[in-house]
Structure formats: structure tokens, C-alpha cells
């Protein structure tokens, strides 16, 4: 498409980061390879039946473990100043904690040193969700303390190794979505006493020490990067002026992305819904817990992909707010793709993503909520993107290649955080999900988030329309040049 700028005075300001990411059990492959040990999604994988479409697994996934040079040198050669990628903790400690792994981090050293080499910048996630099996299977994982200390041991061994080479650094991807894993599904692990519906919670309480911690741990090793985890979620609307569905939809932020980022941006703790909550399962912060976590992100880093309108019970909340078999609780919203006058927010992405919607024009209105409501040193999209529907229907791979629905995603989306921009939110960085087609979890290669086509017998990269629309926009829009390296 011709490059035309829709208005000359949006830019995005010197220094703004942008590029791609990926997740190590998404892409990675080599599953036994050089000493790895086993983590829950292996489990996931391979013992749950159907868990995955088609029984999908990553035991070969991109095979990026080694093809990463080829990866690093595609993404180059476009022009993309940075990769966002996260280190597999099973690799680094093979049993989650004990004797360290060498291969492995002789591994990524290399993956960081291959990206300065070709003049992309490594940003680093600590934990994209492949928890160490023995950690589950030895005190149930992210629902015990004793998860904290061992995450703070692997922090410190990755950042003393790779230390200042990598200029962002993500602890944690998403908490809210690995802390709705739990209860994870029955007969495959270790059995725990908590109860269910309260686990998702446990996880959280530990995932913010855990976070902080490295956070801290960080700071005194005198790491320079920037530090943050990466919360996750979207533009919340309430669907009608009434107090009934203003409330729903505050309950709604606050046990999503409230939930992560109040502790952390605001105050040291919950917010007030959250917290009536959890106190009723005996979690609550101490006063040195609070200070621990208060203040520990330099940005606030969130995987925005989409939109949605939110709603009161049809009942009233007493019900929902303390019964536990009734389906919205504890939180008490319902949310639709549906607005008010019938039109769906956007168009809904393809048959496995149906949470996906294709609705960036709210972007501007959740940047200025999330910069209004929890203070940051600027907000970064960390994740973006869009599956394309019904791949599996589409049979020539010119079709595929030719990826409109992402392209105008990524150009439309990009747009609007022009807007946010230039109406004063500080919007630093955005990263595409995802460099290539991968393992997209529970749907397996079914759903395609990939600006590449790979194709899964030969592992060859192909780059979508996309790619070049992503690209293309930050050589319209952005006031540092866009530098491509062509390699022989
Ligand atoms: C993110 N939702 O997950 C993850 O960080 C990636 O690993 C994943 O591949 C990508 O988004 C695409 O799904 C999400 O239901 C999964 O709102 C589900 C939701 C959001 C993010």
C-alpha cells in the first residue's frame, strides 16, 4: 500500500521502542535438547488429553533453539530495532531450582549476542508461563511462598549473566491469565489443598512478592534495563449510563488488570473490591509487603489486543459477590462483544481467538485510563496482534501471506496510539505478537498469530503482508530512521 501519513503531526518520539515477540515454550522446540528439564505445559501437552487442539505440542515448536540466528537476521533485514523474547526457567534450572544449567545459558547468551551483532536490542521475559514441573509437583507452584525465593534465584542468575546487554527487562507475562491456569486440571499433578475457586488468588498474592522481589533484586544488582511485568487485558465500556453496569465494570478492572497493577503503581495493595475478597481467603498484604511492592516498574507494560462491554448481574451482586457456585463469581460482571445498539465493538478474529476483537478505536480512550488511573514512567504495549480466520480453510499460500485483516489491525491500531500521543500520553514502546505462526497454547498451530507463515514440515519462514504494514508505519510515523540490514 502507498505510504500516506493520515495527519503530518503524528509521530512517534525519538526513542520509542517497537519490534516483535515471541514466548520460549511457544517457539523454542528442542524440548529435551541440551539438559532442558520438563515444566507444567509439557504436562499440559502431552499427559491432558485434548487439552490442546489436535493434541498439539511444543516439543518442536519454531524450533527457534536453533534456528534463532536465521530469526534474528529475518527480522533485521526489515529494519526491526528490537526482539522481545522470554528465557525458558527449565533450561536455566532443570528442577526449577538446585544445579544451574551451563548449555543453557551458554544458549542464550548467544541468542543475545547473535541480536546486538545484527543491531536488534534483546528485551527479556523471565516467566511466559513454563513453570518447572518439580516446582508444581513439590509445593504447588505459584499457590506457595516458597516460589518466591526460588524465582528470585533464577532473577539472579539471568541477571548477572546477561546484566546490561538487555535494555527491558519483563518479569512476569500476564499474571492473570497463568493465575487462571489454576486449578490446573485434575489427575496430572500433584494434588493441593487449597480450594479451588481460591487458588487463582494464592498465585496472584505470590506472583506480585515474586515480582517485586526481582524487581529489588534488580535495582541492588545495579541493572540498568527498565524493569516491569506484563499485565494483560482491555478497554472495559460500560454498556448502558446506569450505576449498576458503571460498578460491574469497576469490578471488572479491578480483578483484571487492578488486581496487578493497583499494588504495583498505586499503593502496595489490592483494590478495595479485590481486597474484600481476598481477605476472606486470609490473603492480605503485611505493611512491609506493601512497601516491597509499591512503586517496583518503571513502565507500565500491557498486552492490549481488544476491547469489550461490561454489564451488571441481572439479579443484583449479593448473590455473585460470596456464593461460589454462582458463574460470575467473585467478581460479579458480564462482559459482551455487543454494544448498545446491537454492533459488535469490532470484528471477532478467527474461530479459536473468539476473545479477540478487532476494536482499536477505544486504544486512545485505555491509554489516558490506564496513565490516569495508575501513574507510570510511561505506558508500552507490550503485546498486539491478531490471528487471521479460519487459516486451516484457505488453502493457497498467497492467501495466507497476503494477511489484510493483521495488516489493517497493526496499521489501524498504530494509529490510534498516534492519537493517544499526540493528545499527551506517554506511550513508549509497542511490540507485535508474534514474530511468526507459533504453538498459540491450548489452541495448538491452529491460530495463527504470526507476521511469518511457517510452514511446519520444512520449519521455512516466510514474511505475511503484515510484516512489511508493520514496518511500513514506523518508517511513515516514527522520527528515528528505520534501518534496515540486508545480510548476504
Ligand atoms: C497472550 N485473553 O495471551 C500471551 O502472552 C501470548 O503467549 C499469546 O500467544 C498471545 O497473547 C495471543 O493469545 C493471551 O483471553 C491469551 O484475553 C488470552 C487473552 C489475552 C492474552
Redesign the pocket.
Known amino acids: 500500500s502507498p505510504l500516506v501519513s493520515m495527519n503530518e503531526s503524528w509521530k512517534f518520539p525519538s526513542g520509542f521502542f517497537w519490534g516483535v515477540s515471541s514466548?520460549a515454550y511457544?517457539i523454542e522446540g528442542a524440548a529435551q535438547a541440551e539438559g532442558r528439564g520438563p515444566s507444567i505445559w509439557d504436562v499440559f501437552t502431552h499427559r491432558a488429553t485434548y487439552l490442546t487442539v489436535s493434541n498439539d505440542t511444543g516439543d518442536v515448536g519454531d524450533n527457534q533453539y536453533y534456528l534463532y540466528k536465521q530469526d534474528i537476521a529475518r527480522i533485521a533485514a526489515l529494519g526491526v530495532p528490537y526482539y522481545s523474547f522470554s528465557i525458558s526457567w527449565s533450561r536455566i534450572f532443570p528442577f526449577g531450582k538446585g544445579p544451574v544449567n551451563e548449555l543453557a545459558l551458554a544458549h542464550y547468551d548467544d541468542v543475545i549476542n547473535t541480536c546486538l551483532q545484527y543491531g536488534v536490542k534483546p528485551m527479556v521475559t523471565l516467566y511466559?508461563?513454563d513453570l518447572p514441573l518439580f516446582l508444581q509437583n513439590s509445593y504447588g507452584g505459584w499457590l506457595s511462598d516458597e516460589i518466591v525465593d526460588d524465582f528470585l534465584s533464577y532473577a539472579k542468575v539471568v541477571f548477572s549473566r546477561y546484566g546490561n546487554r538487555v535494555s527491558h527487562w519483563f518479569t512476569l507475562?500476564?499474571p492473570i491469565?497463568f493465575c487462571q491456569e489454576y486449578p490446573m486440571p485434575k489427575g496430572y499433578f500433584t494434588a493441593v489443598t487449597i480450594p479451588p475457586e481460591a487458588q487463582p488468588f494464592f498465585c496472584g498474592h505470590h506472583a506480585l512478592l515474586a515480582h517485586a522481589s526481582a524487581y529489588r533484586l534488580a535495582k541492588s544488582m545495579g541493572i540498568n534495563g527498565t524493569i516491569s511485568f506484563?499485565n494483560?487485558?482491555?478497554y472495559k465500556i460500560p454498556l448502558t449510563n446506569s450505576t449498576d453496569d458503571a460498578l460491574a465494570t469497576q469490578r471488572a478492572w479491578d480483578f483484571n488488570e487492578g488486581w496487578f497493577a493497583n499494588p504495583v503503581f498505586v499503593n502496595g495493595d489490592y483494590p478495595q473490591s479485590l481486597k474484600d475478597h481476598v481477605s476472606t481467603l486470609g490473603l492480605e498484604f503485611t505493611n512491609e509487603q506493601k512497601s516491597l511492592i509499591n512503586g517496583t516498574a518503571d513502565i507500565f507494560a500491557h498486552?492490549a489486543?481488544?476491547s469489550y462491554f461490561y454489564f451488571a448481574p441481572d439479579v443484583g451482586v449479593a448473590d455473585c459477590l460470596t456464593n461460589s457456585s454462582n458463574p460470575l463469581y467473585p467478581g460479579c460482571y458480564n462482559s459482551s462483544n455487543t454494544g448498545p445498539t446491537g454492533w459488535l465493538i469490532g470484528a471477532a478474529s478467527d474461530m479459536y481467538?473468539p476473545?479477540?476483537q478487532r476494536a482499536t478505536d477505544w486504544v486512545p480512550a485505555f491509554l489516558r485510563y490506564i496513565q490516569d488511573t495508575w501513574p507510570s514512567g510511561g505506558i508500552a504495549i507490550s503485546?498486539f496482534?491478531w490471528?487471521e480466520p479460519y487459516e486451516e480453510l484457505r488453502t493457497l499460500k498467497e492467501d495466507i501471506l497476503s494477511d489484510y485483516t493483521r495488516s489493517a489491525y497493526f496499521r489501524n491500531y498504530l494509529e490510534s496510539v498516534l492519537i493517544a500521543i499526540s493528545e499527551g500520553v506517554n506511550v513508549v514502546g509497542c511490540l507485535a505478537?508474534?514474530i511468526m505462526d507459533?504453538l498459540?497454547?491450548t489452541s495448538g498451530y491452529h491460530?495463527k498469530?504470526g507476521m511469518q507463515y511457517v510452514n511446519f514440515t520444512t520449519y521455512e519462514r516466510n514474511y505475511k503482508a503484515s510484516f512489511f504494514e508493520y514496518v511500513n508505519t514506523f518508517k511513515l510515523y516514527a522520527e528515528d530512521p528505520v534501518t534496515p540490514i540486508f545480510v548476504e
Open positions: 514466548a511457544q511466559h508461563w507475562n500476564e491469565e506484563k494483560n487485558g482491555g498486552d489486543y481488544t481467538s476473545w479477540l503485546e496482534g490471528t505478537w508474534s507459533n498459540e497454547w491460530a498469530f
